[in-house]
């Protein structure tokens, strides 16, 4: 069965501070993973990653995959109160030339940034 | 561009009944999916749908299910509603072809009683 964990699960933090969540992975036939930022409702899609070691930025977010090791971090710099929300990781998996399975997602890390 | 759109946005049902969900994906997407958040379970794969076609199933019993129309709108039914069933249902559309995100809706609150 696809697993996904997601650490910590949850953080407090200063504004200003920088951040690092991770996520690692069990999966069967890997495609994709994916980071979401969840605040009241719709995740939303922060990045898509499919190869390692390449890195993956915008703005103050930043994410890198090792499909070696099957883990992922996401970094956020100069942390904002908005970057308050539960961040979600998903791994997306399928047979090659195959449709893709569902996404499996992590619990997710809930990061609250204090002022 | 509009966003992936879920009507109705909030709903209230006894044990026993059924309910349908509606979703209108992001215009040109042709492949949505459905999705339960739960406090316990988190986020989880119900069924996807492209070009009228169920490509994909989660682990759900068959009170779940769900169709797609020819314009890329899509439904979800739940039939005899149990108390568990109770759940934000999350709608996600993505554009044909390899390596497409999904993008959510903001999803319908399912409380049943």
């Known amino acids: 069965e696809d697993k996904v964990v997601q650490s910590p699960l949850s953080l407090v933090v200063h504004e200003g501070d920088t951040v690092t969540l991770n996520c690692s992975y069990e999966v069967t036939n890997f495609r994709s993973l994916l980071w979401y930022k969840q605040e009241k409702k719709a995740p939303t899609f922060l990045f898509m990653l499919t190869s390692s070691g390449i890195e993956k930025k915008s703005g103050r977010l930043s994410s890198i995959l090792d499909k070696k090791e099957l883990f992922s971090i996401l970094n956020i710099t100069a942390t904002q109160t908005g970057d308050s929300a539960v961040y979600l990781c998903a791994v997306e998996a399928g047979p090659l030339g195959g449709g893709a399975d569902g996404l499996t997602f992590g619990k997710g890390t809930h990061l609250i940034i204090q002022p | ?113």
């Open chain 2, 1 to 113: 561009k509009a966003g992936v759109t879920q009507t109705p946005r909030y709903l209230i049902k006894t044990r026993g009944q059924q309910v349908t969900l509606s979703c209108s994906p992001i215009s040109g997407h042709r492949s949505v999916s459905w999705y339960q958040q739960t406090p316990g379970q988190g986020l989880q794969f119900l069924f996807e749908y492209f070009s009228e076609t169920q490509r994909n199933k989660g682990n759900f019993p068959g009170r779940f299910s769900g169709r797609q129309f020819s314009n890329s709108r899509s439904e979800m039914n739940v039939s005899t509603l149990e108390l568990g069933d109770s759940a934000l249902y999350l709608c996600a559309s993505s554009a044909a072809g390899g390596n497409s995100p999904l993008h959510f809706g903001n999803g319908t609150r399912l409380t049943v009683t």
